[in-house]
């Protein structure tokens, strides 16, 4: 009885070990938008290939520019989500890249309209 658990544990490890990917791979696969289609990896945001806790702001504002850059980037929208009454807040209330993003706005002013690029 022993001899069959213990056989049975072993195909079940090197099974999965047969059909696991690479830590990178994996992680890059869940990477959404954008910056999945650039080819970013985990160490370009979290500086690190093996991130435990989410990125910091100071990650999106590297590539992006500041709050300012990013309020001239986006003055041509209707209603421009980086020049909020709200003030300046992290980028990961809205935008998400592992995850579809969620727009904080949208909960108060349904008629708003924001799409990812």
């Not at 047969?18 to 994996?26: N, Q, V, W």
């Not at 980028?91 to 727009?103: A, D, G, I």
Request: one cysteine or more; proline letters at 3%.
């Amino acid at each position: 009885m022993g001899k069959k658990i213990f056989i049975a544990l072993s195909l079940l490890a090197a099974l999965g070990a047969g059909i696991s990917l690479p830590h990178s791979e994996a992680r890059a696969a869940s990477i959404k938008g954008k910056h999945g289609s650039e080819g970013l990896g985990c160490a370009d945001c979290h500086k690190t290939d093996k991130p435990t806790a989410a990125a910091g702001v100071e990650a999106c504002l590297e590539c992006h520019g500041g709050y300012d850059q990013m309020a001239a980037r986006t003055k041509a929208m209707h209603n421009n989500p980086h020049d909020s009454h709200l003030g300046r807040m992290g980028c990961l209330k809205c935008h998400r890249v592992h995850t579809p993003s969620e727009y904080l706005c949208l909960e108060c002013h349904s008629d708003f309209e924001f799409k990812d690029k």
